[in-house]
C-alpha cells in the first residue's frame, strides 16, 4: 500500500508517495539542520492530525498566524496575509488540517503561497493543491523540494510581483533563495515577512542573520553586507 508522503519528524518537510519511509532526509543532512540522536524519524499526515490541532491567532487586522498545537518539527508557522488583490499564505507548515481549511475558505481562499526557504517547505503540496493556488519558491533552492508538484512555480531574479501590493525580494543568506515578503498595507504601512532570512533579535533595536540557527554556523561580513544592500536597492 502507497501512503500519502511520509513527513520528517525534525524538519517537517513533506516526500512524494512512497510504500516505505524515505532512507534519509536531504534537508536534515544538510549543516543548517541536523539529525536528532534516535536518528531519522517519520510520520504521515492522518497521523498529524490526530496528534496536533490548529492554532489560529490574529497578529493584526488583515495577517494572522497559523501554527500546530503542540508545536512539530522547528515549530513552523505560516500566515495568512489578506488583501483587496487576493489573499496569501506566506511560509508553509506541516499539517493541513479541517478547521485550517475552513478558516482559510472563510477569508476568501488562496491567491497564492510563497515560501521564504527550505525549513518551511512543510507540506507545501497538501496546501497548494487544496487551494489550487501556485506555490512560489526561488530557483536556487529548487534542489530542496522533496516533493514535486505541478503546483510548484520557481521563480528566479531578485523580485517577484505577487499582488499589487506585495512583492517578493530574495535576499540569499541562510539559503541561496532565502526570501522575504514585503506588503505595502497592513497596519504600519509596510510590513516585512522575514521567516528566518532576517531575524529580529530580542533587544528589538536590530536584525541578524545565520547561515545555521540551531548549529550556530554565522553568515560572512561579505553575506550580511550583500543583505544590506539588497534591502537598501528595494525600499
Ligand atoms: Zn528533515
Ligand atoms: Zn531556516
Known sequence: MTFAGYICRTCGVQFAESAEP???CPVCLDERQYVGTDGQLWTTPDELRQQHQADIREEEPGLTGIGMKPSFAIGQRALLLETPDGNVLWDCIPLLAEEMVSFVRSRGGLAAIA?????YYAS??????????????????SRWVMRQDPCVHFWSGEECELLPDVKLLRLGGHFAGGTVLH??????????????????????????????????IPLSDAEVQAIRNLCEFST
Open 22 to 24: 524515505p532512507e534519509e
Open 115 to 119: 515560501i521564504s526557504h527550505p525549513h
Open 124 to 141: 507545501l503540496v497538501e496546501w497548494g493543491s487544496t487551494f489550487d493556488a501556485r506555490v512560489y519558491l526561488h530557483q536556487a533552492d
Open 183 to 216: 506588503w505595502r498595507g497592513g497596519e504600519k504601512a509596510g510590513t516585512l515577512l522575514s521567516g528566518d532570512v532576517v531575524q529580529v533579535v530580542a533587544d528589538r533595536r536590530w536584525l541578524s542573520f545565520m547561515r545555521s540557527y540551531p548549529n550556530y
